[in-house]
């Protein structure tokens, strides 16, 4: 098995720019996909395929790669970018799936 | 429009069994992959396991923490998934949703149930 790695939390002000790491031996290997979770709800997709938005995200969130650390990149972030943010990526053999711990991000 | 929705959830004791059902609609139920993800309270998301569609051999892949105890299946002809959970314990305490990968081996996930409650204690 493999794990993702995910700092705890990050803290910014309206209009900065957040960016939130996922490391782990699956990169660069297998696609890293990110999930927005706020409180009492069901995650909704915001990146897949490392760095492919959904149709209806916001253009704000776009995800890069480097090496074993992806990264979801939320520019000019706003009050409602306020969750929890899972980065999620299988293994090689297609037989597991595994996600990072999570960053809650508090727009100050 | 795509739904999921879990039931089956509530309180159990530990050692028991429970099964969980996600009712699907809206999509080609046949054709998709579906998975069961895990949340305990105020926790982390946690993968359970998959089962894949019949024409991939409607094969089955679990989490260490539940191979043996818990097991996915699926009725095409009813749009449902199920997880059967056996000799449960106070740790598989969590909020269980079901989710639809958007494509067989995609690995991505766009559609979520809300989630059913399970709560393990005596």
């Known amino acids: 098995s493999y794990e993702l790695t995910q700092p705890p939390s990050v803290s910014l002000s309206p209009g900065q720019t957040a960016r939130i790491t996922c490391s782990g031996d699956?990169?660069?290997?297998?696609?890293a996909y990110w999930y927005q979770q706020k409180p009492g709800q069901a995650p909704v997709l915001v990146i897949y395929?490392?760095?492919v938005r959904p149709s209806g995200i916001p253009e704000r969130f776009s995800g890069s790669t480097s090496g074993t650390t992806v990264t979801l990149i939320i520019s000019e972030v706003q009050a409602e970018d306020e969750a929890d943010y899972y980065c999620?990526?299988?293994?090689?053999?297609?037989?597991?799936?595994?996600f990072g711990g999570g960053t809650k991000v508090t727009v100050l | 429009e795509v739904q999921l929705v879990e039931s089956g959830g509530g309180l159990v004791q530990p050692g028991r069994s429970l099964t969980l059902s996600c009712i699907t609609s809206g999509f080609t139920f046949g054709d998709h992959s579906l998975t069961w993800v895990r949340q305990a309270p105020g926790r982390g998301l946690q993968w359970v396991g998959f089962?894949?569609?019949?024409?991939?051999?409607?094969?089955?892949e679990y989490d260490a923490s539940v191979k043996g105890r818990f097991t996915i299946s699926r009725d095409d002809s009813k749009s449902v998934a199920y997880l059967q959970m056996n000799s449960l314990k106070t740790e598989d305490t969590a909020l269980y949703y079901c989710a639809r990968e958007d494509y067989y081996g995609s690995g991505s996930y766009p559609f979520w149930g809300q989630g059913t409650l399970v709560t393990v204690s005596s």
């Open positions: 999620q990526s299988g293994d090689t053999s297609g037989t597991s799936v595994v």
């Open positions: 089962i894949r569609t019949k024409g991939h051999g409607g094969t089955t």
């Open positions: 395929k490392d760095s």
């Open positions: 699956a990169f660069p290997h297998q696609f």
